[in-house]
């Protein structure tokens, strides 16, 4: 079984530039999230699909970020305009939301430095 | 969101059984434990979840206490590769907009030596 992709792995940005993140879950899970995790920091929740339906998204900075999942299926992220306290790894994950079961499955994550 | 208590580091012998205690005293009836742990530079990766019972699998063992208050994660023999940083977390329970969200803290550094 194919895990969650990323990409880009790294990325390296100016402050006010954009950049955006991109993740494929795996097969037939229909929830979908995205975290950011600073430096020394447990992973924050930024935004949780089900399909291509946002059911959280209440730590997510909306003036500057954004995210899709168009044909829930594949998603992005993106950040416009960055901000140096932006530098983070963003990590995607799934799960397939089995009732008594919430496992989610991880992927290897995007580390943003801004300068 | 029920909140856990984790010691930030704990050092553990190689072939020997690491024990990461968690504290959650403020946990709900329905809400379960769940224990995540993140190698360097990967996603975090599940280990194993529980209610009331305890739990084994293939990776590690989950002891909780009769009140719920309190848990045990349990790698009965650890090795260099289970260094790693592991997190306890209380998962609300389903329905509403926090269905199925992870809420993690600090975690725990477990490093195993040689």
């Known amino acids: 079984e194919a895990g969650v992709a990323q990409s880009p792995r790294y990325k390296i940005i100016e402050k006010r530039q954009s950049v955006a993140f991109w993740c494929n879950p795996i097969?037939?899970?229909?929830?979908l999230y995205w975290y950011q995790q600073i430096l020394g920091q447990g992973p924050k929740l930024l935004i949780q699909f089900q399909n291509n339906g946002v059911v959280d998204d209440s730590q997510l900075p909306k003036d500057r970020f954004s995210a899709e999942r168009l044909k829930g299926v594949d998603s992005t992220l993106k950040i416009q305009p960055a901000k140096l306290e932006d530098s983070a790894v963003y990590l995607c994950?799934?799960?397939?939301?089995?009732?008594?079961?919430?496992?989610?499955?991880f992927g290897p994550g995007t580390r943003l430095t801004v300068t | 969101d029920a909140k856990t208590t984790q010691p930030p580091s704990m050092d553990c012998a190689e072939g020997r059984a690491a024990n990461l205690p968690c504290n959650h005293s403020t946990i709900s009836g329905n809400e379960y434990v769940y224990w995540y742990r993140q190698i360097h530079s990967q996603g975090p990766q599940y280990i194993i979840h529980?209610?009331?019972n305890n739990e084994t699998n293939e990776m590690a063992s989950l002891i909780i206490t009769e009140d719920r208050k309190s848990s045990t994660l349990i790698l009965p023999h650890a090795t260099l590769r289970d260094t790693a940083v592991y997190y306890c977390i209380v998962r609300p329970p389903a329905g509403g907009t926090s269905y199925g969200k992870l809420t993690f803290g600090q975690g725990t550094i477990l490093t195993v030596h040689p």
């Open positions: 097969s037939g899970h229909a929830t």
């Open positions: 529980g209610l009331k």
């Open positions: 994950a799934s799960s397939l939301r089995v009732v008594g079961s919430y496992e989610q499955y």
